[in-house]
C-alpha cells in the first residue's frame, strides 16, 4: 500500500513537473507547495536526484511536438534506409544558436551548484523571484514593445546572446528559467510565439544536462538505486512527458492573442502563498520549506 502510495506521488509531482516547466509560473515554487502535502517516504538524495531528473519527461515533449523544425538532416525520401548527408542549414545555425545562448548558464550552474543547494533554495527566495518576476511580467507587457523578431530563423546571436543572459537569472530559484528566457526574448524584440518556442528549445540542453550532472552527482556520493525507486522515477517522467505536451500546446495557442499578464498576477499570488506557508511554519515551529 505504501509503495502505491509513492507511485500516485509521482504522479502528482509529473503533472506539476508537466504544467509549471513551460508555463511562466516556476515549477520550484509549485514543488514547493506540494511538498507540503506529498513527502516521499524516500531517501533525500534520491528525491533531490528525482526532482531535478523528471524534467526529462518534460523536454521529450518538446522534442517530439518540434522534431521536424530540430532535426537538422534531410532524409532521403526513401531512397536510401538511412538518413542522407544533406545538412538542413537553417536549423543547424538555429542549434547553435540555441548553445550560444545555453553557455552562460551552464557554466554557471556547473560551478554554483553546490552553492545554490545550500543557499538559494529556501522559501523565501523562492517567493521573492516569484513576485518579482510576476511585477516584471505586468510592466514589459503594460508598455509598448513591438515585435520586430516574428520568426525563429530570424534570431540574431545578438538575441541569442541576451537571451542567454537572462536565462543565467534562473539559476535562482522562483525565477522560473521559462519565464526569465521569455521576458529576456520580449526585451530583445521577440514576438510572445517565437520566444516562447526558443525558450522551449533552449529547454532540452540545460536540462539535459542539468539531469546528467544529478545523476553523475547521485552515483558518485555513493548512492544505489532501488528498482522500487527506478519505477517511481520513470512514472514520474511519463507523466510529465504526458502532461508537457498539453502544457506545450496551450501556451503555443494562448500566446498568439493573449498577453502574460495573467501569469504575471499568478506569480504575485503564489509568491504571498509560499511566503504564507513560511510564516506558518515559523510560527508553529515547523522546519522552513525548502525548494
Known amino acids: 500500500m505504501e509503495y502505491i502510495l509513492e507511485i500516485l506521488k509521482a504522479v502528482i509531482y509529473g503533472v506539476i513537473e508537466g504544467i509549471t516547466e513551460w508555463l511562466p509560473i516556476s515549477s520550484t515554487g509549485h514543488m514547493i507547495l506540494a511538498e507540503q502535502v506529498l513527502q516521499f517516504q524516500l531517501s533525500k538524495e534520491f528525491i533531490e536526484m528525482f526532482r531535478v531528473v523528471i524534467q ?11 522534431f521536424q523544425k530540430l532535426w537538422p538532416f534531410c532524409i532521403d525520401n526513401g531512397r ?25 548558464a551552464a557554466v554557471l550552474g556547473i560551478l554554483l551548484d553546490d552553492w545554490m543547494d545550500e543557499h538559494l533554495y529556501n522559501s523565501i527566495v523562492v517567493a521573492l523571484m516569484l513576485i518579482v518576476y510576476g511585477v516584471a511580467f505586468l510592466l514589459i507587457e503594460r508598455r509598448p514593445h513591438p515585435a520586430t523578431t516574428t520568426k525563429l530563423s530570424r534570431i540574431t546571436y545578438k538575441n541569442a546572446l541576451a537571451i542567454g543572459g537572462w536565462q543565467v537569472l534562473s539559476l535562482i530559484p522562483g525565477t522560473s528559467r521559462s519565464g526569465a528566457t521569455i521576458l529576456g526574448g520580449m ?13 522551449f528549445f533552449l529547454a532540452i540542453p540545460v536540462m539535459a544536462g542539468a539531469s546528467l550532472l544529478k545523476i553523475v552527482k547521485f552515483f558518485a556520493d555513493g548512492n544505489a538505486i532501488t528498482g ?18 498539453a502544457a ?8 498568439k492573442n493573449h498577453s502574460f499578464t495573467v501569469f504575471g498576477w499568478y506569480r504575485i499570488v503564489l509568491g504571498v502563498i509560499v511566503l504564507g506557508v513560511f ?3 515559523q510560527l508553529t515551529g515547523g522546519a522552513p520549506a525548502a525548494a
Open 187 to 199: 526585451i530583445c524584440g521577440l514576438s510572445r510565439p517565437v520566444a516562447s518556442q526558443f525558450t
Open 279 to 281: 510564516a506558518v511554519q
Open 228 to 245: 522500487e525507486e527506478i519505477v517511481i522515477l520513470l512514472v514520474g517522467c511519463v507523466v510529465a512527458f504526458l502532461v508537457s505536451i
Open 80 to 104: 536510401n534506409t538511412g538518413f542522407s548527408r544533406h545538412v538542413r542549414w537553417p536549423v543547424m545555425h538555429l542549434w547553435f544558436k540555441i548553445i550560444a545562448a545555453c553557455l552562460p
Open 248 to 255: 506545450i500546446r496551450f501556451l503555443m495557442n494562448y500566446v
Open 56 to 66: 526529462l519527461g518534460a523536454i521529450l515533449a518538446v522534442v517530439v511536438l518540434y
